[in-house]
C-alpha cells in the first residue's frame, strides 16, 4: 500500500507541475497577470481563497481578508466598502469570486479606475480544483507548497475511494442532496458536492438534474420529480449555508415529504456547506462525514 501511495504521489507532483507551468491569470481589466513574481500585498475576499493561501504558508501575503475571517489578525474587507479603504491598503491583488464581480459591479468598476489588480477565480467543477489551487500558489509565489497542497488532497482522496469501493453492491444507497430547499435545487451533476456522492459510490436520485443556468453550481429538480422517486431514496442530505438555512424539522413538514422514504425513516441529515461545496482541502472531511452518515458501517 505505502509503494502504491508512494508512486501515486510522484505522478500527481508531476502532473501538477506541469498544470502550474501552464497557468496563465488575466485580470478584470484584461490584462495578463506577472507571474514571475510573487503578490505580497493581497486582499482576499473570499474566505476559499484566504484559507488556501494560508494553509499553503501565504498568511504573510495578506493585508486583507474578508469578514468570515475577522481572527485572523488582519485588516477585514467587506465588497461594500468604499474604493478609498481598498487604495489606503496599497494592495498589488484582489481575489474576488464571480458572486462579487456579479453582484458589486459597480466596486469592481472603482477598483479597475484606481488601476488596481482585479482577478476573479473560483472553481465551479471538481475538475477545476487542482488548476485553482496551482493558481494561487502562482500568484502568492507558493508554487511548490501549492503543488504540495494538491498532491495530498489527490492522495488522500484516493484512500477514501478505495475505502468507499469495498462497500457490496447490495448495501449501495440513493440519496437526494438539497442544494436550496425553497427552489427545489440540487447539485449539478458536475459540480463538487455530486462528485463527492460518485467518490463513495452513492447513487443520486436527482441523476437527470438541469444547470439552473450555465456553469452554475445549482440544478434545478422538480419537487413532483423528487416526490415520484421518493421510495427509492434512502438518505436525504441538505447543505446548510448563505443560500439554504433548512433545519430537519422544516424538511419532515414540508408539503408532500412524506413521501419520501428518508424521510419517514428519519434518515435527514444538515451538512455545512463549506465541507461539500467550499474548493479547499476541507472536502476530504465533507467526503468522510457523508460517508459516515450513509455507510456508518464502513466509515
Known amino acids: 500500500m505505502n509503494k502504491i501511495i508512494k508512486l501515486l504521489s510522484i505522478f500527481i507532483f508531476v502532473t501538477q507541475l506541469c498544470l502550474a507551468s501552464n497557468i496563465e491569470v488575466i485580470s478584470e481589466s484584461g490584462k495578463i497577470i506577472d507571474l514571475t513574481k510573487p503578490h505580497t500585498k493581497i486582499i482576499s475576499l473570499y474566505g476559499a481563497h484566504t484559507d488556501v493561501l494560508i494553509n499553503i504558508g501565504a498568511k504573510g501575503n495578506l493585508v486583507g481578508v474578508d469578514k468570515s475571517n475577522t481572527n485572523l489578525g488582519i485588516e477585514v474587507f467587506s465588497y461594500k466598502d468604499s474604493v478609498e479603504k481598498f487604495i489606503s491598503a496599497k494592495p498589488d491583488l484582489i481575489l474576488i469570486r464571480p458572486m462579487i464581480r456579479d453582484r458589486f459591479s459597480g466596486l469592481i468598476r472603482s477598483l479597475k479606475n484606481a488601476n488596481l489588480t482585479v482577478v476573479t477565480i473560483k472553481p465551479t467543477k471538481f475538475e477545476e480544483l487542482d488548476n485553482y489551487w496551482l493558481t494561487l500558489g502562482k500568484l502568492s509565489g507558493h508554487e511548490k507548497q501549492a503543488i504540495q497542497y494538491t498532491d495530498d488532497f489527490h492522495i488522500n482522496l484516493a484512500l477514501l475511494k478505495k475505502k468507499a469501493d469495498l462497500i457490496p453492491s447490495n448495501e449501495r ?23 463527492i456522492l460518485g467518490v463513495l459510490d452513492i447513487n443520486n436520485i436527482a441523476y437527470d438534474a438541469t444547470p439552473a443556468k450555465q456553469g452554475s453550481s445549482v440544478a434545478n429538480f422538480p419537487k413532483e420529480l423528487l416526490l415520484s422517486r421518493g421510495e427509492k431514496i434512502d438518505v436525504y442530505l441538505a447543505q446548510y449555508g448563505a443560500m439554504n438555512r433548512p433545519t430537519v424539522d422544516i424538511i419532515k413538514k414540508a408539503s408532500g415529504y412524506k413521501a419520501i422514504r428518508a424521510i419517514r425513516e428519519n434518515e435527514i441529515y444538515i451538512i455545512d456547506e463549506y465541507n461539500v461545496s467550499r474548493p479547499t482541502n476541507g472536502l476530504l472531511d465533507g467526503i468522510k462525514e457523508i460517508g459516515h452518515l450513509v455507510y456508518p458501517k464502513y466509515f
Open 173 to 195: 444507497k440513493t440519496v437526494f442532496f438539497e442544494a436550496r430547499h425553497k427552489t427545489n435545487q440540487t447539485t449539478s451533476l458536475d459540480g463538487i458536492p455530486a462528485y
